[in-house]
C-alpha cells in the first residue's frame, strides 16, 4: 500500500484463512489483492519467499505455474501476480518470459502440457494475465525495507520521529492485515485505513503492544534541530562505525563551544538512526549530580524492563547496559569533568556512546571532531527556514550572518529578531545590525575565547528585544519573561521545573514566611501567562521547552521543564552583575535558594528519592553560585543544609560534609552580621550532621572528638540560652550525640570520648523532651536489651509498639532492623523473614540509605550465624539477608561490607559452597580487619569463619 498507492491502487483485500470443509490446495492461494476506487479485486497477488534465497531451490516453470493455476481458480482479476525471492531455474526464467511477451506458454514450456491440459478457456485466460515478479534480498531485509518505509512515511507527516518513534507500528500493521487474514474484521482494507493505521500514536501502538522495541527514548530529548547537517552526523556514523564489532561499545566525542550547534548535532544523529537502537538515553552531563539525575531515569527504565531493583552506582549501570539484550545509545550532553563522566561509562556492552563537550582539551585525542561555524551557504540555509521572506535579500543576510561569526545559536537570535521587528526584512536587518555593531566593544569581556564577539550582543537583544512585536495586554508577559530568563541563568543547565522558576522568579520568600506557608509554592492562575512567556522566550531561541521523564508517578511538579544554553547563562549573569551589582545578584540567589530549598525538604521529607536526585543538580548550583558570590543569607544556609541531607541519603558522605562545613561557615558569618540571632540551636544540629558525615568517611579519632566537642558546646549555650525558639528539638539533638558517639565508643577508647558521652546524656536528661527524643531514647534501650541478650522477648515487643508510619524514616529502618534481630534471636525466623522483607520495601529506591539498610541486615545476620548448625530455618534466613543487601554493597562503608562478606562466607561454609567460600575468603582479606561498625563481634566471627573457609577451599 505504501508504495502502490501513487499509482492510483486504493484498497488491499486480505484473503481469510480457510477454514472446514475448504480444501487444503485453497488455503492462501491469494495473499493479498489490490484494488482501485470503486472496483472489485485489479490484482491478486501470492507471495512465496524464503529466509535465504542464495541456498534456496531454484523455482521452476511446473512449481510456479501450479501457483498461478491456484491464484486464478481462487477468483476473478484483471492480473495475477506471483512475487518471489527464489532463484529461477531455466525453465522457470522462460515460463516468466512467455507470460510477459504472451507466448504461447505449451510452446515456450512444452514440460508443462500436462498441467496446461487440465485447465478451461477461461483459466487459460486468466493464466496469460499472470506475471512472475522476482525482487532480491532476504526476508529480514524486507521487513527493514517495511520499517524503513513507515518510517519515512511518518517522518514526513511529522509523526514518529525520534521520541515518537516505534518500529513496532510495522507489526501493528501486519497484525492488522492479520486480523482481516482471521476474519476478526473486514477483508476489505483501504488506502485511508492505512494512513489512519500509520498515523495511529505511538502511545497507543505501545499499549496494543507491549512496549517500543526500538527508537525508545529515555530522559529529556531536544526537539528536532531545524537545519538538519547530514554530513556532520554521517560522520559520527563512520566513527562509530570504524571502531568495528567488539564487546566494547563504540565512542565519539563532538567537541565545540556553546551554542554552536553539538547537541543538535547529536540529536539529529539520534532521530536519522533511531531505528538502529533498542533505546537512546539522554545523559546532562554537566556535574556529578546531574550525571547520578539522568542515569537514575536510565537504571529505573532498565530495571523495570529487567524485572528487578538495584542500587544506582556507576557498577550497576554499567552492568544493566552489559547485560542489555539489543543495541543502544547513550548520549552524554555537555559533559565537563572528564574523570565523573568516564566514571559511569560502561566498558562494555551492544551500544555506542556520543559525548558532547566544551572541554577541547580534556576530551582531546578520541575519536571525534571539533565542531565548526556554519558554513556561509549553511548560515543562509538556516536563515532561510527561519525567515519566509528571505528570498531575494541574500546580501544583507549573509552580511548579518558574518557579522555574527556564522554561530547557530547568535543566527536564530538573530532571527526571532527579525521576525518580531513588525518591518520588511531589509529594513529589520538593517535596524539590527545597527543596534548589534555599537556595542561590541563595552560586551566582547563577557564572552570567552573562541565565541564570536558579537555573540553577547546578540543574546542582549534577543532579550531587550522581548517587548517587542508583543501586542495587547498590559505588557506583563515580556516583563515576566525577562525576569525568568535571568532567574534560570543560575540553575543548572538542563531540566529546571517550570514551576520551581516562576516561584523563584515571583513569589517573595518573607511573604511565604509570614503566611506560615511551608513546601514547593505553586502559583496560581498564571497557567496562560506562563504559556504565552515560554512560547516568548522559545521564538527568541533563549530557551528550550522538554516534557520530563517522570519516574516514579509523583508528577506535579516535575512534568513541564526548561533548558537555557551555557553561554547565555553565562552572558545572561555577567550582564546582571554589572546591572545591578552583588547586592541584586545575591537577592535573586537567596530568593531561589528559599524556594529550590522548599521543594527539597518536600521531597526528603515525604521520601521522593528520584525527585531529590532531579533537584539536586539546582540545589547544587544555586548553593555554587551563592558561595562565589560571598552570600550569606538563612535561604542558602538552610539550602546547604538540606543538600547535605540528600547527599547523605545516597551515601555521599563527602560532598554532604563539604555542605555542612558550608552551612556552618554561613552560620558564623549570620551571627556577626545579626546579633539578634542566637545560632547555637543551628550550630548543634549542623555539627551533629557533620559528626555522623565524618564517622561515616572513617575521620581520625581526634578529628571526631573536636567536632563532638564544638557541638555538644553549642548544645549547652543553646539550653541555657534565653531564647526558648527551637529549644523543644535539642532533647532529640542531645540523645543523637549521645548514641552517635556510643557507637563509636565500641571500637574506639578515649577519656574525652567517655567524657563526651556523660555530657550528651546529661543535657539530654534536662532537655525538653520531645516524641522523637523518646524514640530515640526507647531505641537505645532495645538495642541495650538485644546487646547484653537480657530478655529478647521484651525488646521485640517494645519494638513493635515503637514503630509506626509517622516516624522519621531513618528511626523506621532501625526499629524494623531491631525487631527483625529480635525475632532472629528468638528463633522465629518466618517473622524475622517478615522483617527483612519490609526493611527492603522500605528503602527504596535501594541507594537509598544503603548503608542502613545492610547495617541492619548485617545485624540479623549475626543474630542467625549462631544458630546455623542448631536451627532448623537459620540458613534460609541468612541467605534471604544475603539477597538483599547484596545490591547495596557497591554503596556502602568498608566495615559494613566486611561483615556482610564475613556472613557471606559463614553461609557458603554451612552449605559446604566451595565456590562462594573462595569467593567471601578473598573478599574478607581484602578489606581492614578494623571496623568501627562492628568491632569486636566483627573479629569474633571473622577469626571463627575464616580458618574454616580456609579448610572448606583446601579440601574442595
Given at each position: 500500500m505504501l508504495d502502490t498507492s501513487r499509482n492510483g491502487f486504493h484498497t488491499l483485500y486480505v484473503e481469510r484463512s480457510s477454514q472446514g470443509a475448504t480444501p487444503p490446495d485453497a488455503q492462501q492461494s491469494i495473499d493479498l489483492s489490490l484494488g482501485e476506487h470503486g472496483s472489485e479485486g485489479r490484482v491478486h497477488i501470492q507471495v512465496k519467499s524464503v529466509e535465504d534465497p542464495d541456498s534456496a531451490r531454484p523455482l521452476g516453470a511446473n512449481e510456479a505455474l501450479r501457483e498461478l493455476v491456484k491464484l486464478c481458480a481462487a477468483g476473478s482479476a484483471e492480473r495475477y501476480e506471483l512475487i518471489t525471492n527464489r532463484p529461477l531455474s531455466r525453465s522457470g526464467r522462460v515460463a516468466r518470459s512467455a507470460l510477459e511477451d504472451a507466448v504461447s506458454l505449451r510452446t515456450a514450456v512444452p514440460e508443462s502440457s500436462d498441467l496446461l491440459d487440465d485447465l478451461t478457456a477461461e483459466e487459460l485466460n486468466r493464466l496469460h494475465r499472470c506475471r512472475i515478479t522476482l525482487v532480491e534480498g532476504t526476508t529480514s531485509l524486507y521487513r527493514q525495507s517495511v520499517s524503513a518505509k513507515v518510517r519515512a512515511v511518518r517522518a514526513a507527516q511529522r509523526l514518529g520521529t525520534g521520541p515518537d518513534s516505534s518500529a513496532l507500528l510495522t507489526g501493528y500493521l501486519v497484525d492488522k492485515v492479520f486480523q482481516s487474514a482471521a476474519g476478526i474484521s473486514s477483508s476489505r482494507i483501504t488506502r485511508n485505513e492505512v494512513t489512519q493505521w500509520l498515523n495511529t500514536s505511538p502511545q497507543e501502538v505501545a499499549a496494543a503492544l507491549g512496549e517500543y522495541d526500538w527508537g525508545n527514548t529515555i530522559g529529556s530529548w531536544p526537539a528536532l534541530p531545524l537545519l538538519p547537517r547530514p554530513e556532520r552526523w554521517e560522520q559520527i556514523r563512520r566513527g562509530l562505525a570504524r571502531q568495528g564489532a567488539s564487546r566494547r561499545p563504540a565512542r565519539f566525542v563532538l567537541r565545540g563551544p556553546s551554542g554552536i550547534g553539538k547537541s543538535s548535532i547529536a540529536a539529529e544523529y539520534a532521530y536519522a538512526n533511531h531505528d538502529q537502537y533498542a533505546f537512546m538515553a539522554w545523559i546532562n552531563g554537566e556535574d556529578a549530580d546531574s550525571l547520578r539525575a539522568s542515569f537514575s531515569i536510565l537504571a529505573e527504565s532498565l530495571s523495570r524492563r529487567d524485572d528487578g531493583a538495584r542500587p544506582l552506582t556507576p557498577d550497576v549501570v554499567s552492568s544493566l547496559l552489559s547485560q542489555h539484550v539489543g543495541r543502544w545509545l547513550l548520549i552524554i550532553d555537555n559533559a565537563v569533568d572528564t574523570a565523573v563522566v568516564e566514571s559511569w561509562l560502561p566498558q562494555f556492552g551492544d551500544g555506542d556512546i556520543l559525548v558532547t563537550t566544551l572541554d577541547s582539551t580534556s576530551w582531546s585525542g578520541r575519536d571525534g571532531a571539533d565542531i565548526e561555524p556554519l558554513t556561509p551557504a549553511e548560515s543562509a540555509d538556516l536563515l532561510a527556514r527561519f525567515l519566509p521572506s528571505a528570498k531575494g535579500h541574500e546580501e544583507p543576510l549573509a552580511r548579518m550572518a558574518s557579522h555574527l561569526g556564522h554561530w547557530p545559536l547568535a543566527l536564530a537570535m538573530a532571527a526571532a529578531y527579525i521576525n518580531g521587528a513588525q518591518m520588511p526584512l531589509a529594513q529589520a536587518t538593517d535596524q539590527?545590525?545597527?543596534?548589534?555593531?555599537?556595542?561590541?566593544?563595552?560586551?566582547?569581556?563577557?564572552?570567552?575565547?573562541?565565541?564570536?564577539?558579537?555573540?553577547?550582543?546578540?543574546?542582549?537583544?534577543?532579550?531587550?528585544?522581548?517587548?517587542?512585536?508583543?501586542?495587547?495586554?498590559?505588557?506583563?508577559?515580556?516583563?515576566?519573561?525577562?525576569?525568568?530568563?535571568?532567574?534560570?541563568?543560575?540553575?543548572?543547565?538542563?531540566?529546571?521545573?517550570?514551576?520551581?522558576?516562576?516561584?523563584?522568579?515571583?513569589?517573595?520568600?518573607?511573604?511565604?514566611?509570614?503566611?506560615?506557608?511551608?513546601?514547593?509554592?505553586?502559583?496560581?492562575?498564571?497557567?496562560?501567562?506562563?504559556?504565552?512567556?515560554?512560547?516568548?522566550?522559545?521564538?527568541?531561541?533563549?530557551?528550550?521547552?522538554?516534557?520530563?521523564?517522570?519516574?516514579?508517578?509523583?508528577?506535579?511538579?516535575?512534568?513541564?521543564?526548561?533548558?537555557?544554553?551555557?553561554?547565555?547563562?553565562?552572558?545572561?549573569?555577567?550582564?546582571?552583575?554589572?546591572?545591578?551589582?552583588?547586592?541584586?545578584?545575591?537577592?535573586?540567589?537567596?530568593?531561589?535558594?528559599?524556594?529550590?530549598?522548599?521543594?527539597?525538604?518536600?521531597?526528603?521529607?515525604?521520601?521522593?528519592?528520584?525527585?531529590?536526585?532531579?533537584?539536586?543538580?539546582?540545589?547544587?548550583?544555586?548553593?555554587?553560585?551563592?558561595?562565589?558570590?560571598?552570600?550569606?543569607?538563612?535561604?542558602?544556609?538552610?539550602?546547604?543544609?538540606?543538600?547535605?541531607?540528600?547527599?547523605?541519603?545516597?551515601?555521599?558522605?563527602?560532598?554532604?560534609?563539604?555542605?555542612?562545613?558550608?552551612?556552618?561557615?554561613?552560620?558564623?558569618?549570620?551571627?556577626?552580621?545579626?546579633?539578634?540571632?542566637?545560632?547555637?540551636?543551628?550550630?548543634?544540629?549542623?555539627?551533629?550532621?557533620?559528626?555522623?558525615?565524618?564517622?561515616?568517611?572513617?575521620?581520625?579519632?581526634?578529628?571526631?572528638?573536636?567536632?563532638?566537642?564544638?557541638?555538644?558546646?553549642?548544645?549547652?549555650?543553646?539550653?541555657?540560652?534565653?531564647?526558648?525558639?527551637?529549644?523543644?528539638?535539642?532533647?532529640?539533638?542531645?540523645?543523637?550525640?549521645?548514641?552517635?558517639?556510643?557507637?563509636?565508643?565500641?571500637?574506639?577508647?578515649?577519656?574525652?570520648?567517655?567524657?563526651?558521652?556523660?555530657?550528651?546524656?546529661?543535657?539530654?536528661?534536662h532537655a525538653p523532651t520531645t516524641e522523637e527524643a523518646h524514640l530515640l531514647s526507647e531505641m537505645q534501650a532495645i538495642n541495650d536489651l538485644l546487646t547484653t541478650g537480657e530478655n529478647d522477648a521484651e525488646a521485640a515487643a517494645r519494638a513493635r509498639s515503637a514503630l509506626h508510619p509517622r516516624i522519621p524514616f531513618q528511626q523506621q529502618i532501625q526499629l524494623v532492623g531491631l525487631l527483625g534481630e529480635a525475632l532472629t534471636r528468638l528463633h522465629d525466623f518466618g517473622a524475622a523473614a517478615l522483617q527483612v522483607r519490609a526493611l527492603d520495601s522500605l528503602a527504596q529506591p535501594r541507594e537509598v540509605f544503603a548503608d542502613e539498610v545492610v547495617s541492619q541486615l548485617n545485624n540479623m545476620g549475626i543474630a542467625t550465624y549462631a544458630s546455623l548448625d542448631k536451627a532448623p530455618g537459620a540458613v534460609d534466613l541468612l541467605a534471604q539477608i544475603l539477597e538483599l543487601s547484596e545490591p547495596r554493597c557497591a554503596l556502602i562503608r568498608p566495615g559494613t561490607l566486611r561483615m556482610h562478606h564475613i556472613l557471606r562466607g559463614a553461609l557458603a561454609h554451612a552449605r559446604h559452597d566451595v565456590h562462594n567460600a573462595r569467593d567471601a575468603l578473598r573478599q574478607i582479606e581484602g578489606l581492614t580487619s578494623a571496623t568501627r561498625e562492628y568491632g569486636v563481634r566483627a573479629d569474633n566471627i571473622a577469626g571463627s569463619v575464616v580458618p574454616a573457609l580456609r579448610y572448606l577451599v583446601a579440601r574442595g
Open positions: 539590527y545590525l545597527r543596534r548589534l555593531l555599537p556595542r561590541v566593544v563595552d560586551d566582547n569581556l563577557v564572552i570567552p575565547e573562541g565565541y564570536p564577539r558579537t555573540l553577547a550582543d546578540a543574546i542582549f537583544l534577543a532579550v531587550d528585544g522581548l517587548a517587542d512585536g508583543v501586542t495587547g495586554g498590559d505588557g506583563r508577559i515580556p516583563v515576566l519573561a525577562r525576569a525568568t530568563i535571568y532567574v534560570s541563568s543560575f540553575f543548572a543547565e538542563n531540566d529546571i521545573p517550570l514551576k520551581l522558576l516562576l516561584a523563584a522568579t515571583c513569589v517573595k520568600p518573607e511573604d511565604m514566611v509570614e503566611a506560615g506557608h511551608e513546601g514547593p509554592t505553586e502559583i496560581i492562575g498564571v497557567d496562560t501567562d506562563s504559556n504565552d512567556m515560554i512560547r516568548l522566550l522559545r521564538r527568541r531561541s533563549l530557551l528550550q521547552r522538554r516534557a520530563r521523564a517522570v519516574v516514579d508517578g509523583y508528577q506535579p511538579y516535575m512534568s513541564d521543564c526548561i533548558s537555557v544554553n551555557t553561554i547565555t547563562q553565562l552572558v545572561l549573569r555577567s550582564r546582571l552583575n554589572r546591572e545591578v551589582g552583588q547586592v541584586g545578584v545575591t537577592s535573586l540567589i537567596a530568593r531561589a535558594a528559599y524556594h529550590v530549598d522548599q521543594w527539597l525538604k518536600h521531597f526528603i521529607d515525604n521520601e521522593r528519592f528520584n525527585h531529590v536526585l532531579a533537584i539536586a543538580p539546582h540545589a547544587a548550583s544555586i548553593a555554587r553560585h551563592a558561595k562565589q558570590e560571598e552570600l550569606a543569607s538563612f535561604q542558602s544556609a538552610t539550602l546547604a543544609g538540606n543538600l547535605a541531607l540528600a547527599y547523605r541519603s545516597q551515601g555521599r558522605h563527602e560532598e554532604a560534609a563539604s555542605a555542612l562545613e558550608y552551612q556552618l561557615a554561613q552560620i558564623s558569618v549570620l551571627a556577626k552580621h545579626f546579633p539578634e540571632v542566637h545560632p547555637d540551636i543551628a550550630v548543634t544540629k549542623t555539627t551533629l550532621q557533620l559528626l555522623d558525615a565524618r564517622t561515616a568517611l572513617n575521620a581520625p579519632l581526634p578529628e571526631l572528638v573536636v567536632i563532638a566537642n564544638s557541638g555538644i558546646l553549642a548544645l549547652e549555650r543553646a539550653l541555657t540560652g534565653e531564647r526558648n525558639q527551637g529549644k523543644t528539638e535539642l532533647g532529640t539533638v542531645a540523645r543523637s550525640y549521645e548514641s552517635l558517639l556510643q557507637q563509636l565508643a565500641i571500637t574506639e577508647s578515649s577519656l574525652e570520648l567517655d567524657r563526651l558521652i556523660n555530657v550528651a546524656a546529661g543535657l539530654a536528661t
